[in-house]
């Protein structure tokens, strides 16, 4: 696979487990705090008829908040949404025909490549996701398709943001667990020998085994360790793993050893796509250099007004937000 059908799959895969939104542990409902706020703001002003493009869309976070603060879909403007990955949001699939009529979801396709019309846009949006693409192509896709002093309002990821500073955490942890001679290479190693607790004779001979209490001993080692890390770590994703490693362990003499390497291969990558996703993040996220410049391209120099904040939720940095043009 290439990276760019990795990344596809990885977040296609993502989105195909529910999340409204990416930061699914950071968040209760959709978008609470100063990300709400800013969003409402900018959906203030549109009036039915409008057509707003919203980018690298996800589960459709945005286009449901714009459902949820229209109340009914007469209100609604006549909303695109696309994403490079496999999208097919559940709340949607609920949704009756007068919401399906004015909203459309577009998988699999790239910001860099808008499958529409010049000048056919009032406002696009995006939330942690224009950023992911190639700023080179997408950004003249965006001045494309967006018509004359049309808006262009962005949340981006902030280098120094909490969700980047979790998610290079986070690759570190992965990067640690993965490792050879780490957690789950020992894991992998100790499974044979769980395998065969199963009966009293293998129980009796891996009593025996000193490759099986070396193994045993090794994966014990780096559990402590995972205990210490997750002990000191911000999110809950150690705490998770090390529960799924404990029932994995404990379920295996029944499961059988082919059933438990299945178990254990998923869980790897689980891992594996989380690191992907997680360094995504990490590179893509925007210092303030950067963020100037995207603004003043979307901008187009002077041409039109351009605004650039840090955005706050709960005293935690989670990004900045970019207001280009009308409003
Ligand atoms: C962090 S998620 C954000 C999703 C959503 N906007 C939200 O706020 O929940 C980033 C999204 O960007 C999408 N993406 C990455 N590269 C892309 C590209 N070149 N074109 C379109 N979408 C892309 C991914 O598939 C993923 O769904």
């Not at 002003?45 to 707003?52: C, I, N, T």
């Not at 919401?99 to 009032?122: N, Y």
């Not at 490693?245 to 499961?255: D, F, I, V």
Request: net charge negative; charged share 25%; with cysteine.
């Amino acid at each position: 696979m290439s990276g760019n059908e990795q990344r596809r799959d990885s977040w296609s895969r993502y989105w195909q487990g529910g999340a409204l939104h990416s930061c699914a542990g950071s968040f209760e409902g959709n978008y609470a705090d100063s990300i709400g706020s800013f969003w409402r703001g900018i959906f203030e002003p549109l009036k039915a008829g409008d057509r707003v493009l919203d980018i690298a869309t996800g589960n459709g976070a945005l286009p449901r908040l714009l459902l949820d603060t229209r109340g009914t879909a007469a209100a609604l403007p006549e909303i695109d949404a696309i994403d490079l990955a496999a999208i097919a949001p559940p709340w949607y699939q609920a949704c009756g025909a007068d919401v399906r009529d004015r909203l459309r979801f577009h998988a699999g396709v790239a910001a860099e490549a808008l499958p529409f019309a010049d000048a056919s846009f009032d406002l696009v949006i995006s939330q942690y996701g224009l950023e992911y693409s190639d700023l080179s192509n997408s950004v003249a896709e965006v001045l494309r398709v967006l018509k004359p002093g049309a808006a262009v309002a962005l949340i981006v990821h902030h280098a120094e943001s909490l969700p980047v500073r979790l998610g290079r955490a986070e690759c570190r942890e992965i990067a640690w667990l993965l490792q050879s001679g780490g957690l789950i290479p020992r894991a992998r190693r100790l499974l044979p020998f769980l395998a065969r607790l199963g009966t009293p004779e293998g129980a009796a001979s891996v009593q025996r085994d000193p490759d099986a209490a070396k193994a045993r001993q090794r994966y014990n080692e780096s559990m402590r360790e995972l205990q210490q890390r997750a002990a000191g770590a911000a999110g809950d994703f150690l705490a998770e793993t090390q529960q799924a490693l404990g029932q994995l362990a404990a379920a295996t003499p029944a499961a059988g050893q082919r059933a438990a390497e299945t178990q254990l291969q998923a869980l790897v990558e689980q891992l594996e796509q989380s690191l992907l996703r997680q360094a995504e993040l990490v590179e893509h996220a925007l210092d303030a250099d950067a963020v100037q410049k995207l603004g003043q391209r979307l901008a187009q120099g002077d041409s039109q007004r351009l605004e650039i904040t840090e955005i706050h939720v709960r005293d935690e940095l989670f990004g900045w937000s970019l207001r280009v043009g009308a409003q």
